[in-house]
């Protein structure tokens, strides 16, 4: 019996929607609704009415003004280069901030590329002691008792998008206080995630453990009370664990001397498979170039996605739907759910052209198809070394200067 199907996505997004929670019945979570609809058409329309002064002066806070374009850029409805341009014809020197945030994505996404399945690993020894409990299932439950904590759990489960201060506190919460292992806890955060990206979000808690970092981070209730509006903070009872000096803190935390050596995680793999023999060629849609203007999905051939087992198997509901209103929007593009391997087998594929991907499960998925990977659209043009890519700033240094110019780089130093 085949072990694939082909699928037929309703125009209708209220049936697209429910046509989709059909079709993934194991699919647990909550569904997609009005907050979020993917595609690119409402990238475009989030991006042109971004406040790009109010976001440089306030996103720091829970209720600033982010333009949360974050699962947009995850599923390549945009590229960071087409944003970035957007607001700097817009807004020029103003849009600093906004680009600059951009560049951390470029970042991370270099680091991958450049680190291949190291960033599921300590790329350094920590700062600083850490621990190795397993994910509680009072996290996994949002079940803590600490308001403010429960509320970010809350916000991924259910909406599946976090404001970036929160996720902060949240895995240093998570890791400093409760000293869990880090990696678990990633793989937790990034399965709810909509703008589930695993360069931005593993390489975040690694700087946040400072296994990719100088130092841990952390934080106290005066910083998490001013940046929510005292959200939580005003009605919470309990003997709250931050309330305390950062000096203080840091004395309770890391009381352990010395720090712990770098660790090694295990990533999971496709078993190897035979060169294919057939002879037709296609392009291989993945979920990284969900753009009706990708300019691979101009050419005339076979466009093929799938929804695989391997990939998006255990992802909650609102996350496939959120990839299938962007599918939705793509011209003549074939929607399987499948072995991937099979469904390119029994379309006749030989060879499969695609972006490229620093996603190496994926690369070893598609290695018995001869894959021609084509480069994705660059946020800058430069070239940054392995050395530059040990830090952020040493990275920014260079393509801040290309985007904005020496001058203005050298006078934010001042």
């Not at 999971?268 to 002879?279: E, F, N, V, Y």
Request: charged content about 25%; proline content about 4%.
């Amino acid at each position: 019996m085949a072990n694939f199907q082909k699928l037929i996505i309703p125009s209708d997004r209220v049936e697209r929607l429910q046509y989709i929670k059909r079709m993934f019945a194991q699919a647990t979570g909550s569904f997609l609704g009005d907050a979020w609809r993917g595609g690119r058409q409402e990238a475009l329309r989030r991006l042109n009415t971004t406040d790009i002064q109010a976001y440089s002066r306030n996103r720091n806070f829970l209720n600033g003004d982010v333009s949360k374009l974050s699962p947009y850029l995850r599923h390549g409805c945009l590229t960071l280069h087409e944003t970035a341009e957007n607001v700097l014809q817009r807004f020029g020197a103003q849009s600093q901030k906004f680009v600059q945030e951009l560049a951390w994505r470029d970042y991370w996404r270099r680091v991958w590329f450049e680190q291949g399945d190291a960033i599921f690993s300590d790329l350094e020894d920590a700062k600083v002691a850490l621990g190795d409990k397993p994910l509680p299932d009072f996290i996994r439950q949002g079940i803590t008792g600490l308001p403010c904590m429960d509320g970010f759990i809350r916000d991924l489960t259910l909406e599946g998008y976090v404001h970036n201060h929160a996720r902060m506190w949240f895995a240093a919460y998570v890791v400093h206080w409760l000293k869990v292992d880090w990696r678990e806890a990633a793989d937790w955060f990034e399965h709810y995630l909509l703008d589930g990206d695993k360069a931005s979000n593993h390489l975040s808690w690694q700087w946040i453990a400072s296994v990719n970092s100088s130092k841990p981070y952390y934080f106290n209730k005066e910083n998490l009370a001013r940046y929510t509006g005292e959200k939580y903070c005003a009605t919470c009872k309990i003997n709250c664990p931050f309330d305390a000096s950062y000096e203080a803190i840091n004395d309770k935390l890391f009381v352990v001397n010395g720090a712990s050596p770098a660790k090694t995680y295990r990533v999971d793999m496709p078993t190897k498979d035979a060169l294919s023999t057939h002879q037709a060629v296609a392009i291989y849609v993945h979920d990284e170039m969900l753009s009706g203007a990708h300019p691979l999905l101009r050419r005339p051939m076979a466009r093929i996605f799938v929804f695989d087992d391997f990939l998006h198997g255990n992802w909650p509901l609102k996350r496939l739907q959120f990839m299938a209103d962007c599918l939705n929007e793509l011209q003549d593009v074939e929607i399987w759910v499948g072995n991937t391997r099979e469904i390119l087998k029994e379309r006749g594929v030989g060879q499969i052209i695609t972006q490229d991907t620093p996603n190496r499960q994926l690369k070893a998925l598609l290695e018995p198809f001869n894959p021609v990977y084509q480069p994705e659209v660059k946020f800058a043009e430069s070239t940054i070394s392995e050395k530059r890519l040990k830090r952020f700033s040493r990275y920014w240094e260079k393509v801040g200067a290309e985007l904005f110019g020496e001058e203005l780089m050298a006078n934010d130093k001042k």
